[in-house]
C-alpha cells in the first residue's frame, strides 16, 4: 500500500524543480523544496508521537507551511483538521473538544486564548504566524526528516471539515483519500488542467474550495500557483498577467467589475475563471464578459461532496446554471415523496459518487439521516434539471445564509440571540448584500418594556462568534410572524427586511448598524 493522495499531490514531482507556489516577495517555492518541508514537519509530527488517524487542527493565516502542513498530514497518515481563522477561542473549543487533536497549530496572537482549550483537551499548542514564525518553526527545525510517506488506502480518512448544522451544532464531516483524489481528478479532466496552468490563489486555505479544489487540482498536475495571503483587489489585478486561471467566490467578481483597472487586457492571459461555493448572479456573469470575454464557470459544491457538478470547458457556460453532474457523479431530483421528480421540476438535490464523504464524525444519527443508505447524500439544496441536462439550484431547504461564501446557519446565531438580556426571541436572515451577496440581519422581539441595548448584545457576539457570523443589522419588531403550526415565517422577514443594506433602507427602516 502506498500513499495514493501525497503520492498524486507531491510524491509524483516531489524531485522536480518546478515551481510550486510564487510569492509575494518575488521568491518561488518548488516542488523539490515544498518536499522537503514536507519530510522536515513529518518528522516532527513523528517525534511528537502522532500517529495514522491522529488529528490535527490548524488555525493560521494563509503561508506556504500552513501548506506544507497540509501536506505532512497527508504525508503523515494524520487528519488534517482546518479551521476558518476568524473562529474565536468559544467556537474553536468546540471543534477541539469533538475531534480531540493531538496538536494545534495557531496564529501567535491567538496563543494565549488557546491555551486553555489545548490545555483541556491535553493536546500541545504550537504557533505558526503568517511570517512562518513561531514555535512551530522550532519544533520543525529539531526534527530528523521523515523522507517516507506513511502508507494509506483510498478509504483511509485525510481530513475533517467541520460544517454548521440546522440545530446550531457544527459537524465534523469526514473525507477520505479517495474522495479528495477523485475529485481532483475529475476537475483535472474537466477544467483541462495541465503544468503549464499558474493558478492566481487568493482564496482562504481552511474550507474545500481553497484548498480541495484549487491546492488540489493544481498540484494533481505539477502545475504553479500564485500565492496571495488573501483577497486584495490590487494585488489580484497585479498579478493577474502572470496566471492563466483564477478561482473565487462571487464577490471576488464583484469586487473585480468594481475596479476600473480590470481591464480586458488585464484578464488577457487568463483561460479560466471558475466560480462557487455562492450563488453567481446572472448579471455579475453578463457584465464579466462584456469586460474582459470571458464567461465565468460557475461550478456546485459542498463540504460534504467536494464538487458535484460544471459548466463546460468546452461548451456553453450558461449563466444562472451551475452545469453538468461532473463525471462518476450521479444527481438526481427529489419530491416530497421521496420519489425521484420529471425533469425540469423543482425538487431536492441529492448526489451520489465518490466525491461524497463518509460521515460526520461521532455522529451517526446525523450521518444516517443525510447520507442514506443507497449513497445518495442529501444537499439541504433546491434545484432542477433542464431538458439540455444543465441543473439550476433554485433555493435551499436548510435554512442558511451564504455570505461572501462562508456558511452562517442562523439557529447559531439565534441560540446566542435569544440568551441575551432584554430579548425574548430572535430571528436571523439574509438579506442581499452587494458585496457579500448575502448579509447577517437580527430581528429581534424584546422582553418587557425596556428595548435591548444592541451594543452591548454585538459585543457578547463578537466576543463569542466568528466576525463573518455576526448580524450587521438589528431590527426590533413587536412579535415575530408564525404560520399555524407555530413556526417563524422568516420569508415573510425577508420579504419585509430584504432591503435593509439597500442605501434608501437607511432612512426608512428602524435599523441599527
Ligand atoms: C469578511 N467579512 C465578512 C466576510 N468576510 N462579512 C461577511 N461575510 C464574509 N464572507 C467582514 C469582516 O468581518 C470584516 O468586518 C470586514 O468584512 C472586512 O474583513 P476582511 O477580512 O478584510 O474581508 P475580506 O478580506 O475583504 O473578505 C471578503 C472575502 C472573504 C469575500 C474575500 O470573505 C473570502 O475570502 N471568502 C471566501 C470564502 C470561501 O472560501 N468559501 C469556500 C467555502 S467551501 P469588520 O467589522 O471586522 O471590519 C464551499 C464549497 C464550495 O462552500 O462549493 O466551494
Ligand atoms: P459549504 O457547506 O461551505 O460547503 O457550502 C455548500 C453550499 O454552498 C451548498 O450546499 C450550496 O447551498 C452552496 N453553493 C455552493 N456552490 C454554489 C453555487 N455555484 N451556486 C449556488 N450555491 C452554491
Not at 474545500?208 to 498540484?219: D, E, I, K, S
Request: a negative charge; hydrophobic letters at 40%; charged letters at 20%.
Amino acid at each position: 500500500m502506498t500513499n495514493g493522495l501525497y503520492q498524486m499531490l507531491l510524491g509524483h514531482h516531489a524531485a522536480s524543480d518546478a515551481p510550486l507556489l510564487h510569492l509575494p516577495d518575488g521568491t518561488t517555492l518548488s516542488y523539490a523544496g515544498m518536499a522537503q518541508r514536507v519530510a522536515q514537519i513529518s518528522g516532527m509530527l513523528r517525534a511528537q508521537g502522532l500517529r495514522k488517524g491522529d488529528r490535527l487542527a490548524m488555525q493560521c493565516p494563509k503561508s506556504p507551511q500552513a501548506l506544507a502542513l497540509y501536506l505532512a498530514c497527508v504525508h503523515s497518515g494524520v487528519i488534517f483538521l482546518p479551521l476558518n481563522t476568524a473562529y474565536t477561542p468559544d467556537e474553536i473549543g468546540y471543534f477541539v473538544e469533538d475531534a480531540a487533536p493531538k496538536i494545534i497549530v495557531t496564529d501567535p496572537a491567538a496563543e494565549d486564548a488557546l491555551l486553555p482549550v489545548a490545555q483541556r483537551a491535553s493536546a500541545l499548542l504550537l504557533t505558526l504566524g503568517a511570517d512562518e514564525q513561531g514555535s512551530f518553526a522550532e519544533a520543525v527545525a529539531n526534527a530528523t526528516p521523515q523522507a517516507e510517506a506513511v502508507a494509506c488506502g483510498a478509504d483511509d480518512l485525510a481530513c475533517f471539515l467541520y460544517t454548521s448544522g440546522t440545530t446550531g451544532h457544527s459537524k465534523g464531516a469526514m473525507l477520505t483519500q479517495r474522495n479528495l483524489m477523485s475529485n481532483a481528478q475529475t476537475l483535472v479532466k474537466t477544467w483541462a488542467f495541465t503544468r503549464d496552468d499558474v493558478l492566481l490563489h487568493a482564496l482562504p486555505i481552511f474550507h474545500a474550495h481553497g484548498l480541495f479544489v484549487a491546492c488540489n487540482v493544481t498540484m494533481a498536475v505539477g502545475g504553479a500557483m500564485i500565492w496571495l495571503s488573501g483577497f486584495d483587489v490590487g494585488a489580484v489585478l497585479d498579478a493577474m498577467p502572470h496566471a492563466t486561471t483564477m478561482m473565487g467566490v462571487p464577490t471576488f467578481y464583484t469586487r473585480l467589475l468594481d475596479a476600473d483597472r480590470f481591464t480586458r487586457d488585464v484578464a488577457g492571459h487568463m483561460r479560466l475563471f471558475t466560480s462557487g461555493s455562492a450563488p453567481l448572479l446572472a448579471e455579475t456573469h453578463a457584465q464579466f464578459s462584456a469586460r474582459t470575454g470571458h464567461a465565468i464557470l460557475e461550478r456546485y459544491g459542498m463540504t460534504e461532496t467536494g464538487m458535484n457538478t460544471s459548466n463546460p470547458y468546452n461548451g456553453e457556460r450558461r449563466a444562472g446554471t451551475v452545469g453538468f453532474p461532473l463525471e462518476g457523479v450521479e444527481v438526481r431530483i427529489m419530491g416530497e415523496n421521496g420519489k425521484e421528480i420529471a425533469q425540469g421540476e423543482t425538487g431536492r438535490i441529492e448526489v451520489r459518487g465518490p466525491n461524497v464523504f463518509t460521515g460526520y464524525w461521532k455522529m451517526p444519527e446525523k450521518t444516517a439521516a443525510e447520507l442514506q443508505q443507497n449513497g445518495f447524500f442529501i444537499t439541504g439544496d433546491l434545484g432542477h434539471i433542464d431538458a439540455d441536462g444543465y441543473v439550476t439550484i433554485a433555493g435551499r431547504d436548510k435554512d442558511l445564509i451564504i455570505s461572501g461564501g462562508y456558511n452562517i446557519y442562523p439557529k447559531e446565531v439565534e441560540l446566542l440571540l435569544d440568551a441575551q438580556p432584554g430579548v425574548k426571541e430572535a430571528a436571523v436572515i439574509g438579506a442581499p448584500h452587494a458585496d457579500f451577496g448575502e448579509g447577517v440581519v437580527a430581528v429581534l422581539v424584546q422582553q418587557g418594556n425596556e428595548a435591548p441595548d444592541i451594543e452591548a448584545i454585538q459585543l457578547e457576539v463578537s466576543a463569542r462568534l466568528a466576525n463573518f457570523k455576526r448580524p450587521q443589522k438589528y431590527i426590533i419588531i413587536p412579535e415575530l410572524p408564525r404560520n399555524t403550526m407555530g413556526k417563524v415565517q422568516k420569508n415573510i422577514l425577508r420579504d419585509t427586511y430584504g432591503d435593509v443594506f439597500s442605501a434608501a433602507a437607511h432612512t426608512t427602516k428602524r435599523a441599527h448598524s
